[in-house]
T-cell receptor, first 116, second 112 residues
Framework: GAVVSQHPSRVICKSGTSVKIECRSL??????MFWYRQFPKQSLMLMAT?????????EQGVEKDKFLINHASLTLSTLTVTSAHPEDSSFYIC????????????FGDGTRLSIL | GEDVEQSLFLSVREGDSSVINCTYT??????LYWYKQEPGAGLQLLTY?????DMKQDQRLTVLLNKKDKHLSLRIADTQTGDSAIYFC????????????FGKGTRLSVIA
């Protein structure tokens, strides 16, 4: 089945560091990728929708200058958390879908980000 | 707006059946999903159902959809300790091109 690879799986870094998370579709072309955020013991909340070759669409309350999303190819989207602070510590997870809207989205395994 | 509700906890004995319930508000939801999340891990798609279906069965999993009441359930037969996890219900307007709206998740604990 379709596989989405997300790296890194875990990051621990100092406050002020910028962190890049990659989301790759391994065996299909992902025309759309979604980035979600999950706080401890809470549900997943959509951060942004990323379409290949165009600017990402951010949800209300998500700072586009803080969370930079790039979807430059049909198999790769990246989320960069710029100048991360402890409140950015969370579980970030991506999903990818194809043009065939009858197929379900496929999720990566997530990235646990811890800012000290 | 869209909203998905689930009970937060469920505890069952090994070998019994588990039933996890979910309600949603958006009547135009076309696809409804069940995901499993184990501690520290990502989401595993268990099953999904189109809104024009009433039931879908896949091995130990049975999904029931009552579109009139906007109620979705997941039944796990012969529950095993390995089924202990958080189960998320989610909905979307279509499968691939719109984001999912998730419930808060039901933590299933299986007692040996």
């Amino acid at each position: 089945g379709a596989v989405v690879s997300q790296h890194p799986s875990r990051v621990i870094c100092k406050s002020g560091t910028s962190v890049k998370i990659e989301c790759r579709s391994l065996d299909f072309q992902a025309t759309t990728m979604f980035w979600y955020r999950q706080f401890p013991k809470q549900s997943l909340m959509l951060m942004a929708t990323s379409n290949e070759g165009s600017k990402a669409t951010y949800e209300q309350g998500v700072e586009k200058d803080k969370f930079l999303i790039n979807h430059a190819s049909l198999t790769l989207s990246t989320l960069t958390v710029t100048s991360a602070h402890p409140e950015d510590s969370s579980f970030y997870i991506c999903s990818a879908s194809t043009r065939n809207s009858n197929q379900p989205q496929h999720f990566g395994d997530g990235t646990r980000l811890s800012i000290l | 707006g869209e909203d998905v509700e689930q009970s937060l906890f469920l505890s069952v004995r090994e070998g019994d059946s588990s039933v996890i319930n979910c309600t949603y508000t958006d009547s135009s939801s076309t696809y409804l999903y069940w995901y499993k999340q184990e501690p520290g891990a990502g989401l595993q798609l268990l099953t999904y159902i189109f809104s024009n279906m009433d039931m879908k069965q896949d091995q130990r999993l049975t999904v029931l959809l009552n579109k009139k009441d906007k109620h979705l359930s997941l039944r796990i037969a012969d529950t095993q300790t390995g089924d202990s996890a958080i189960y998320f219900c989610a909905e979307s307007l279509n499968s691939g091109n719109t984001p999912l709206v998730f419930g808060k998740g039901t933590r299933l604990s299986v007692i040996a």
